[in-house]
């Protein structure tokens, strides 16, 4: 069974400041999702990593997959208000995905 | 190209009932998952359908069903109601399953009074 924690669980920031939240499996993903849901929404997928140590930026938000595949980190830059939501990077159990509890973004104007 | 469309997308039932929720996934799309999100229990996946065929299934009262046409458009169905089926249900479409990730629809919020 593989194990997923993200953290934090919740964070308020102001408008501006600089954040990171973390993604840590018990197991090595195959490929690893971030999603970012607002209230009242679906999930939207934001990047897909493959390779340990990859890194991809998508504009404000850089992805960090882990060298050993089974943790990554979402970075954002200069948050904005547009950024509140709830962080998700769901675990690969066969052919389901455990989602968690995710991190919940608050950015105050 | 239209994404994932989910009917309806708010609906209030009384405990006891069955409600049956529709779900179009993106064209080309042929797995077709499902899920239930509560404040306290985040997403929980229920089962993914594939090919008209139930490939997976998550750990929730057999209440709890769903089936999957032959144009990849799936229903899910939940019967004799309880308060604690109060939910977002979520569905989510993929070419062929998780790998490269899914997109998903608006939800059905489902209020059970």
């Known amino acids: 069974t593989q194990l997923l924690e993200q953290s934090p669980q919740f964070l308020s920031i102001q408008e501006g400041e600089n954040l990171t939240v973390y993604c840590n499996s018990s197991?090595?993903?195959?490929?690893l999702q971030w999603y970012r849901q607002e209230p009242g929404e679906g999930p939207v997928l934001l990047v897909t990593v493959v390779t340990g140590g990859e890194v991809k930026k998508l504009k404000r938000l850089t992805f960090q997959f882990g060298d050993a595949r089974k943790d990554s980190s979402l970075h954002i830059t200069a948050a904005q208000p547009g950024d509140t939501g709830l962080y998700l990077c769901?675990?690969?159990?066969?052919?389901?995905?455990?989602f968690g509890t995710g991190t919940s973004l608050t950015v105050i104007p | 190209k239209a994404g994932v469309t989910q009917t309806p997308r708010y609906l209030i039932k009384t405990r006891g009932q069955q409600v049956t929720l529709s779900c179009s996934p993106i064209?080309?799309?042929?797995?077709v998952s499902w899920y239930q999100q509560t404040p306290g229990q985040g997403l929980q996946f229920l089962f993914e359908?594939?090919?008209?065929?139930?490939?997976n299934k998550g750990n929730f009262p057999g209440r709890f069903s769903g089936r999957q046409f032959s144009n990849s458009r799936s229903e899910m169905n939940v019967s004799t109601l309880e308060l604690g089926d109060s939910a977002l249900y979520l569905c989510?479409?993929?070419?062929?399953?998780?790998?490269?990730?899914?997109?998903f629809g608006s939800g059905t919020r489902l209020t059970v009074v």
């Open positions: 064209s080309g799309h042929r797995s």
């Open positions: 359908y594939f090919s008209e065929t139930q490939r």
């Open positions: 197991s090595v993903f195959s490929s």
């Open positions: 989510a479409s993929s070419l062929t399953g998780q790998s490269y990730g899914y997109t």
């Open positions: 769901p675990s690969n159990t066969g052919n389901q995905f455990y």
